[in-house]
């Protein structure tokens, strides 16, 4: 009997979960995909390298997407077992909810190795790649990487801004801070500007008419200023043995030895190691919240048991906010050096943990305590208002 009982709730968790990966990956693809049609449309890049692009994006998406439709199925899943008084004929049977349990550490413990495997391989390859591929697009058609009334820092070490692009790409009343020397940063302002690839030698140069340059070294107070009627800024970005662009990889495109050997350089040089040791840490606290998640949604869902599967589906999308609020303050807090990043990254998992532990014993006895009945009744009583409220909503439409 258990084994069919696991069987069948593994099924609507698999199927559930599915749908909610589904959902929440396109939602958040949604803003890159216009982005990236655009680039199609107008700036005339292949629809074959913008498929390319959202491939290697789709990582960074699964990271935090896969944890989230973890807590959506649990929750939805055990919120209409609950509604249809399935729950209650399991106990009358002798299963209780720690019964239950095998089929919702399953599916978790797979999130948390699937997620690992994300954050530790695939997220940096697809990151390295989608920077690589995006990069080369530039390399040929360099006005891709500019948006007219936008700070852009598409290129290393140089931010640019133009009012305004004509038909032809040229640009007009040009702003651009050049800090790739420290030691020597400076700022052009031009009336017009254009992008000019050089192929063979793998760079682009920013032809600028009608302009000045602006510069102060940071060791003295003399100030400089240069009149030009044409300059050219060279952006160059390198090339392996392939001819292909290779971009200096970010804290995100790095592996974890690579991580681990760029923070010891930034102890020997009196850096700030934090920001490293943040996205180190990240790398397993946010795949360990499948496992987090799993246990809280179980409680949550027969507290929302009224509500049915939309219930749950606003209580998932409640917790999953207040978890990345956690997870984002707690980030911005160690990168200042105010915590340590192991606090910042694990506190939330520990705090959501301690949660959902005594919500679950809670849930698995027999006799609800009354503390819990309170719970239940302001969790179901809120779902209703929202979903009324909903309800209203639409038929206004």
Known sequence: MFRIINRYIFSELVITFSLGLLVFTFTLLMDKIRRLIEMVINKGVPLSSILELILYILPSFFAVTIPMAILLAVLVTFSRLSADNEITALKASGVGLYGLLPPVITISLLGVILTTYIMISLLPLGNQAFKNLLFNIVKTRASVGIEAGVFNDTFEGLIIYVREMSSSKELKEVFISDVRNPQEPYTIVAKKGAFISDASNLRVVLKLWDGSIHSQRKDTASYNKAQFNSYDLQIDF?????????????????????????????????????VLLVDLHKKFSIPFACLIFGIIGPPLGLLTKKSGRMGGFA???????????????????????????????????????????????????????????????????????????????????
């Open 238 to 274: 390198g090339k392996n043995l392939t001819g292909q662009i290779k971009v200096p990889k970010g804290s995100r495109e790095m592996t974890i030895s690579e991580l681990k050997e760029k923070m010891e350089n930034y102890k020997r040089e009196g850096k700030n190691h934090y």
């Open 315 to 397: 209580i998932s999308l409640g917790v999953i906010l207040i978890y990345y609020i956690f997870i984002t303050t707690g980030e911005n807090l160690a990168q200042e050096g105010k915590i340590h990043p192991f606090f910042a990254m694990w506190t939330p998992n520990i705090i959501f943990g301690a949660i959902g532990l005594f919500l679950f014993d809670r849930s698995s006895r027999s006799t609800e305590s009354k503390g819990l009945k309170r719970i239940s009744n302001v969790y179901q009583n809120t779902i209703e208002k929202v979903l009324r409220v909903l309800k209203g909503k639409f038929k206004n439409l």
